[in-house]
């Protein structure tokens, strides 16, 4: 996992573009480096969420929220390009989220989650969880200083693409294949998705889920809470060696 995640960090930074492009994410970088300081040092497991839009992301975390939220003091922050809708949603179920508007910006930045930081009390925290705005494309080029990048592939959705967004394949530690319960009914095959995904990231973890059904929730709660495990013993660690 270690190599993981640091390979996958890796190729969160780099790009190939014009000067003005390159300049933006060496700007994003150097927040994001900052809130992953920030989180290392309070021990909170920052969960970064991608998809495109509509692949149940925000049904997702209603459902974590459910399952975990007593055992877990967590945030979410959630992006949209327009509307409060789904921190209404989380907060229906009792969920402690904030919604980031990001009028037309078709990805989150780690400006925008440094500055959301600012306005919330973060003493307690284990996790904070941010919902990106669905797109597969921009999200994937900007590190918003999360420990796990999670990205959700929804059987409605083909099972082209990975091929066709590599990078943010390539940039998740764990994909999601989401609305399980609907793969009678489409021509999806999961075994191409996984095939596909890991052609890019080979170490990329996959879990199957439907927040429908709840089929592979268990597993999905199971492996956040043992990272939550995993940051709180290495912050542990670091403090008691300084
Ligand atoms: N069949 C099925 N539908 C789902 C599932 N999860 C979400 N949906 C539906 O998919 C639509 C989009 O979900 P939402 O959570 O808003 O997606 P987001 O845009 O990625 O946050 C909604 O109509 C949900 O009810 C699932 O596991 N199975
Ligand atoms: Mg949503």
Known sequence: MERTAKSTKAARGSVTCDNTTINLLKANDFVAENIRKEMARRGILMINITSS???????????TARRIGHQVRMKILVGDLETERDAERLREVGAEALQIVTGGICHLEAQMIWQALETMDLDGVDLLIVENVGNLVCPASFDLGEDYRVTLIATTEGDDKP???PRMFLTSELMLVSKADLLPYLPFKVENVVADARSINPDIEVIEVSSLTGQGLDAWCRWLLDRVAE????TRSAQSEA
């Open 53 to 63: 839009a509509g692949s149940g992301k925000t049904t997702l975390l209603q459902e």
């Open 231 to 234: 940051k709180q013993h290495a």
């Open 163 to 165: 091929r066709k967004y």
